[in-house]
């Protein structure tokens, strides 16, 4: 059911007057679809694919969803160079240590045209970032990554299918790019609402069958430590033993998990989402990478200026009765460990944000907060900041990553000790998933709790923070844990 179409005709060739992309949108009524149902019409094509989801707070869905099913531009980084890919045509571009810069200079060129009735974010950069990619904004820091591996990968996508939980509307929106045919702007209006009415076309066909289950008998993969569990025990100790000599305050050190990858990706992200309802859920199929993630934690946002970071650090079980709940909760509040972890953490934070800030204007606007998931709770702190006007979303992402609460304090050390005791590269795990928008919005959450699968391989990370008095034992049990939510997920797909 067509709720309503825009721009006109006549209001995009005005808005093609100042702008270089403009969105052709048609609204339908979809109260008895869901963003996994649309997605997986898409599903079987060979183009990019992502799905951005939230729940807020773990326990309330976010109002907007995002899909994208087809790209103009997959942009790769490695070593060396950027990669653009555009259709058939490949440009190979050499970064020289700066690949950001390269970035920005492929965003400069992009203008969105500001019509109303458009979802927040419209189009830009989406994808991920390796943790190696720490190498560039930090020399000191190696990059372990195989020269053939990207650092990052981004889609710009050329429509978007923006699901509404409020309104039960999906909004199926084409990108038209001027660049294309600045000489026929009638044109380009006319393939983008074509491209509009085809995408429309396959949400209005019936959903493809579901993948066929395991069979019930058939025990699920089950993700195992890739190395012997005394490495980690013995990390533990060394790391200890640093902190001990004044070296560094505190260290993430992770370890990775294994298994043959499920067929059905979208069944996973199904899966990942009712197991671990998270403020970030992602679904990410960039060629011969998929990444299906339940991110609880914000890397780095950036909204009309005003940056936020929002630190975890401190951990509770959820209670089976409300009453356990809030002992649970006063227990973790009071634990001195806990708290003197997270404030340092908030510190690290601020000063961070202080380096591309409007001097005093960064504020911790909630400290400690109690926030609750599915299965557990968390310490949440939420600090903000007005982005200086010499700086740009660019500027902000290499200043604040990777997060403190997977590399340490401080934060250099503390990564030169990951590289030398993680003998192998982390990859996605502790990097960040995200956009940066056209107009300069940025969004990323922090790369945990993420299944990555490549060549039939399903592989997730999962560390701990180690302090003075941290047991080897507990520590790797906390790892074991939070590899969990994957494996839970693998287990209610044979269900």
């Known amino acids: 059911m067509i709720l309503e179409t825009f721009p006109s005709r006549k209001e995009f060739c005005e808005a093609a007057k100042n702008a270089t992309v403009i969105p052709v949108a048609t609204r339908i009524l979809a109260d008895t679809e869901t963003p996994v149902s649309v997605v997986a019409r898409f599903s079987d094509r060979p183009d990019p694919l992502f799905l951005l989801e939230s729940a807020e707070g773990g326990e309330r869905w976010g109002r907007y969803s995002f899909v994208g099913v087809s790209a103009r531009a997959h942009v790769s980084v490695y070593r060396d160079e950027?990669?653009?890919r555009e259709g058939y045509d490949e440009?190979?571009?050499?970064?020289?240590?700066e690949p950001l810069k390269v970035l920005r200079n492929l965003m400069t060129g992009y203008t969105l045209a500001d019509l109303p009735g458009l979802p927040r974010f419209c189009g830009g950069l989406v994808g991920y970032l390796a943790y190696e990619m720490a190498h560039f904004f930090e020399p000191r820091i190696p990059n372990r990554l195989p020269a053939e591996k990207p650092l990052a990968q981004f889609v710009v996508p050329d429509a978007l299918l923006v699901s509404d939980s409020v309104t039960h509307t999906l909004t199926i929106i084409a990108l038209a790019f001027t660049a294309d045919n600045p000489d026929a702007i009638e044109l380009l209006y006319d393939n983008a609402r074509a491209h509009v009415d085809e995408l429309l076309a396959t949400i209005e066909r019936p959903l493809p069958p579901p993948h066929h289950p395991q069979p019930h008998h058939k025990k699920p993969a089950v993700p195992l430590p890739t190395k012997p569990p005394q490495v980690y025990r013995d990390n533990v100790n060394l790391i200890k033993?640093?902190?001990?000599?004044?070296?560094?305050?505190?260290?993430?050190?992770?370890?990775?998990?294994?298994c043959a990858a499920p067929d059905d990706i979208i069944g996973l992200?199904?899966?990942?989402?009712?197991?671990n309802p998270s403020p970030y859920l992602y679904l990410l199929k960039f060629g011969d990478i998929a990444l299906v993630g339940s991110s609880p934690e914000t890397m780095i946002r950036l909204e009309h200026r005003t940056a936020t970071l929002r630190p975890i650090a401190g951990t509770r079980p959820r209670g089976t009765t409300e009453q356990q709940d809030r002992t649970l909760a006063d227990d973790l509040l009071q634990d001195e460990k806990e708290r003197a972890e997270h404030i340092m953490l908030v510190d690290l934070g601020r000063h961070e944000l202080g380096r591309v800030a409007i001097p005093g204007t960064v504020q911790v606007t909630d400290l400690m907060v109690v926030e609750r998931y599915s299965h557990v709770m968390h310490?949440?702190?939420n600090i903000t900041a007005d982005l200086d006007s010499s700086y740009d979303a660019f500027d902000l992402l290499p200043a604040t990553f990777p997060a403190g609460t997977l590399s340490g304090a401080p934060k250099v050390r503390a990564m030169e000790l990951i590289a030398e005791v993680e003998t192998e590269p982390?990859?996605?795990?502790?990097?960040?998933v995200g956009y940066i928008a056209f107009g300069g919005n940025m969004d990323f959450a922090i790369c945990i709790r993420t299944a990555v699968i490549e060549?039939?391989?399903?592989?997730?990370?999962a560390g701990a923070g180690l302090v003075a008095d941290s047991d080897p034992e507990c520590e790797l049990q906390e790892t074991i844990n939070k590899a969990r939510s994957v494996a839970r997920a693998l287990e209610l797909m044979c269900k």
């Open 82 to 84: 950027v990669v653009v």
């Open 91 to 97: 440009t190979r571009i050499a970064h020289h240590n």
């Open 241 to 258: 033993d640093h902190i001990v000599a004044g070296d560094i305050i505190q260290c993430v050190i992770s370890q990775s998990f294994a």
């Open 269 to 275: 992200y199904r899966a990942q989402r009712f197991v």
């Open 379 to 381: 310490l949440v702190s």
């Open 426 to 432: 982390r990859g996605p795990y502790g990097g960040a």
């Open 455 to 461: 060549h039939g391989r399903l592989t997730v990370r």
